[in-house]
């Protein structure tokens, strides 16, 4: 079974029980970055123990190097 969920606003399907860190990497998310659940943010060390719910909305922030 599947649950929809948004990252950076755009809709994406999981299967239900999927981790945080499962859906961005489904996304295609690189490390290093930081995530935001619902506007809160999850520390790394929360990433793979975080359940996702239907509806959920993900916001993955990398950083941008440059100089």
Request: hydrophobic share 45%; charged share 15%; aromatic share 4%.
């Amino acid at each position: 079974m599947n649950i929809t969920i948004h990252i950076n606003d755009q809709p994406m399907d999981i299967k239900t029980g999927s981790s945080l860190l499962d859906a961005v990497m489904a996304f295609g998310a690189t490390p290093p970055f930081a995530l935001l659940l619902n506007q809160n943010f999850v520390p790394a060390s929360e990433h793979a123990n975080t359940a996702v719910q239907e509806n959920d909305r993900i916001e993955v922030i990398s950083a941008i190097q440059g100089g």
